[in-house]
């Protein structure tokens, strides 16, 4: 049965074992009862329910045991690929793993070898160089560069500084944090950059369906179809559809080789299908599509009220954003520390960010916001920056 989504509807996630909730405190020192929790990605919003129905019918069926079959969720992926991507996948090209971040690590080590670098445009989530640097691999950052507001990459630079030891690069997109859509013309020279420097190209597109019209995401596979040889596309249900707890993710792969390669990786590794993770991600891709209409709406009013509420703020700037529900926010020209920035944010204001600097090389002196909230908590937002920055 179908409901409309609501998402006004305030859920009290304290005491639900909820990272974004319940670890304010060892995290940031943090009441989560007086807080604005506004830092890891995920959402304060029920998902379709289609994933809570599929949910609740294995419970009801009561058993709990190991997962088989994974072909209707195959389908469900190339059905939703297809339809909102204009993109052709195959069943045997996907592999399913335990989230992205453990995808990303499988692709850097099927992939690389250690002391091997490994290609990022920052400042860009976190999870990458983490895993990069705890695989014994070398991070090489290319920063981005902002022209017009907004980030854009400068490959002429990166070529100029290439070592010969880069063997991956990782591409986010779109982009988080910033909330880039990377223009097809864009994605065709990271491609040219990759083939003419022999590199794997992990495209990592977790946040292709969270796109704010007129913007228009384009996977990597469709805009620069030369590059498959090299190329590895990975997609989540996860941040579009709030299961990012199941920990499901796709690593897809069209090239027969290629994807040889990293299913030794993925065998090796130990790990197999999670069947909540399955379930949640097969019944969100089924009867997702209207509510994930209706959150792109709701969404794009929470990033308009942050984004005109912050730029009233003296020494405040938003990055204007195409994808994504997580605003970036530079503080430099209140000519604050960034310590007094964080300070004044959590002690004062009570809302826990993201910090910029975690993002890598030009996080600095930003915050990442999550406004995938009650609008409510967006406005309060706006209003507590407000009394603590003017
Ligand atoms: C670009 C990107 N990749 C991966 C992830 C996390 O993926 P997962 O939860 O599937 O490990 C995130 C989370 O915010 C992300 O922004």
């Not at 014994?136 to 100029?160: F, H, T, W």
Request: charged share 20%; proline share 4%.
């Amino acid at each position: 049965m179908s409901t409309a989504p609501n998402f006004d509807e305030k859920i009290n996630r304290i005491g639900t074992h909820s990272l974004k909730w319940d670890m304010l405190e060892s995290f940031y020192g943090m009441k989560p009862e007086e807080s604005l929790s506004m830092w890891v990605a995920d959402m304060d919003f029920k998902p379709p329910q289609s994933v809570n129905d599929a949910l609740q019918a294995s419970i009801d069926h009561g058993i709990h045991g190991y997962f088989g079959d994974e072909s209707e969720h195959h389908q469900a992926i190339i059905n939703w690929m297809q339809t909102r991507h204009q993109w052709a996948v195959e069943a045997d090209w996907i592999s399913t793993v335990h989230g992205l971040v453990n995808g990303t690590a499988m692709c850097v080590q099927a992939f690389t070898q250690p002391n091997e670098g490994v290609i990022l445009f920052t400042p860009v989530y976190h999870a990458f160089a983490k895993i990069i640097k705890a695989n014994n691999r070398e991070v090489i950052e290319s920063p981005l560069e902002i022209r017009d507001g907004r980030y854009e990459m400068n490959l002429q630079k990166l070529a100029s500084e290439l070592k010969g030891h880069e063997k991956m690069m990782i591409l986010c997109s779109p982009h988080n944090p910033g909330g880039r859509v990377w223009s097809v013309e864009e994605l065709k020279q990271v491609a040219e950059f990759c083939q003419i420097h022999n590199l794997t190209l992990v495209s990592d597109e977790i946040h292709h369906d969270l796109v704010y019209p007129p913007a228009k995401h384009t996977v990597m596979a469709n805009a620069a179809p030369e590059i498959i040889p090299q190329l590895v596309m990975l997609t989540a249900t996860t941040k579009t559809f709030n299961i990012a707890g199941g920990l499901s993710g796709n690593v897809i792969v069209q090239d027969s080789a290629l994807r040889e390669r990293f299913k030794q990786t993925h065998l090796a590794s130990g790990t197999s299908a999670n069947r909540y993770g399955v379930l949640m991600a097969t019944a969100a891709y089924q009867g997702g599509a209207e509510w994930l209409d209706q959150l792109i709406d709701y969404l794009d009013g929470n990033r308009r009220l942050l984004d005109e509420g912050v730029r009233d703020i003296a020494g405040l700037e938003s990055m204007p954003m195409e994808a994504t529900y997580l605003a970036w926010v530079n503080f430099e020209k209140t000519g604050l520390s960034t310590q007094e920035v964080i300070q004044r944010v959590e002690k004062q204001a009570a809302i826990a960010t993201n910090y910029g600097a975690m993002f890598g090389q030009g996080g600095e002196g930003y915050l990442r916001f999550n406004f995938a909230c009650q609008c409510e908590v967006v406005e309060q937002a706006v209003e507590r920056l407000r009394r603590v920055f003017s």
